[in-house]
Structure formats: structure tokens, C-alpha cells
């Protein structure tokens, strides 16, 4: 999307291969897409930490009236009109596992749920761009509200002066982290995935780590610009 349209939902489309390729042609088994929709939120990067963990950098879109936190209190005001980085579980489901929850939104124990179906050819077609869709392509949409569901998958909140861009996953099983681009280009922060309070891996509330020169309020800049 343009940045005058900023989009505010997440399409995710997955393609599976046999286990073993025989040639370069070797056609797919099966492909799914998947849509997160995340109302008064901009979706500005989104990686794979790993092959059960979806990490979304969002970021709130001004409301006219100004009136996104009314209703919240406190922290959860504060939250609600900053940006942040959600962490959601995914994983892959039957057909029959995901026909009772398709209207259903996603709670702590489950996961992003995925349809497979057989293509009818070698690549899936392209996302529709009307409402009717292909017989052979099922899209799952998944509301997440800011104020009740979304909420409970949040990783970090940055502050009001912080403006996060875009993000990168790095590291190993136990010990990954995410170096979060700020928009000025300029500054990052660095989070760790894995913190866990009471372990003394040190890094600060909510597992942030900085490293070099630092800023006001832990941003890093970096060298040479």
C-alpha cells in the first residue's frame, strides 16, 4: 500500500511442497492464505522469528476526533496510541480443525489457522481483487480488535518518540533477537525474544538490550551517519 493508504491488514499465503523435490516443475501439494486484520493499525514490517512465531510491527493510525483511547485508562490508553510489536503463534491446521473456527478470533492457546487445499496449477493464483474468489482459494480473515484481542499479543510498546520502520530477526533457539529500524533511519533498538523476567540476562523491562552510542530513553545511533 501507498503511504497515503496505509493498510491495516496482513496477508499470508503459504505454499507446500512435497518433501523431497524430484524436478524444478515438481508441482505444489497444497496452498493456503490466511488475512490478519488489525483495524486502527498500520501494518509496517512483518518476519517469521521462527517456524511457530509471527512477529507484526504496527503502528497506530490517527483517528479524526482524536478519540482511539476512549474508553482506556492508564496503561492501556498509553498503549493504545503508540506502536508496537505483536507476536503472534502459528502453526498449520486440518481442514476440519479450522472449519469450526473461522469466525472465531484467535485466543492464547491457539494458533493462526491455515486451510490447505490442492491447486489446480503450478502457481497460486494471484490475491483476488473482488469479493468473489476462486472455488480452489479459501482466505481466512482474522480480526484482531486493539482493544480485546490484540492486547494479549503484545511483545513491546515503544514510546511516543521512538517511530519504528521496519524490523529484523536474528539469532539462535533460546537467545533470538530483533533490531527494530527507526524512521529517521537513524536510530534502532535492539529487544531480546527470549527474556524472561527473574533470569538476569540483563536488557531492561520487556527484554531491551542497547549496544553502542546511546540516545535519550535507550535509542542506539548508529555510526557514520
Not at 498500520?42 to 474508553?71: C, M, Q, W, Y
Amino acid at each position: 500500500s501507498s503511504p497515503s493508504s496505509p493498510s491495516s491488514s496482513l496477508h499470508i499465503h503459504r505454499l507446500t511442497h512435497a518433501t523431497h523435490l524430484t524436478t524444478p516443475s515438481h508441482p505444489l501439494s497444497s496452498y493456503a492464505a490466511t488475512t490478519l486484520s488489525i483495524p486502527g493499525y498500520e501494518v509496517l514490517d512483518a518476519k517469521f522469528a521462527d517456524d511457530t512465531e509471527l512477529l507484526i510491527l504496527l503502528r497506530p493510525i490517527p483517528s479524526h476526533g482524536n478519540n482511539s483511547g476512549k474508553g482506556v485508562k492508564g496503561k492501556e490508553k498509553e498503549e493504545a496510541g503508540a506502536s508496537c510489536l505483536i507476536s503472534l503463534p502459528y502453526t498449520s491446521t486440518s481442514s476440519s480443525a479450522l472449519s469450526s473456527s473461522i469466525s472465531t478470533p484467535p485466543t492464547t492457546t491457539s494458533s493462526i489457522p491455515f486451510s490447505p487445499t490442492t491447486p489446480l496449477s503450478l502457481l497460486p493464483p494471484s490475491p483476488p481483487t473482488t469479493t468473489s474468489s476462486p472455488q480452489h482459494l479459501q482466505r481466512t480473515t482474522i480480526p484482531l480488535s486493539p482493544q480485546t484481542t490484540l492486547n494479549r499479543y503484545i511483545k513491546h510498546v515503544f514510546e511516543p518518540r521512538f517511530s519504528p520502520l521496519k524490523i529484523v530477526v536474528n539469532g539462535r533457539k533460546g537467545r533470538r533477537v530483533v533490531v527494530v529500524l527507526a524512521g529517521d533511519g537513524r536510530h534502532y533498538r535492539v529487544l531480546d525474544l527470549d527474556f524472561k523476567a527473574g533470569e538476569g540476562r540483563g536488557g531492561g523491562e520487556g527484554g531491551e538490550e542497547e549496544e553502542g552510542d546511546e540516545g535519550n530513553e535507550g535509542d542506539v545511533r548508529m555510526g557514520g551517519v
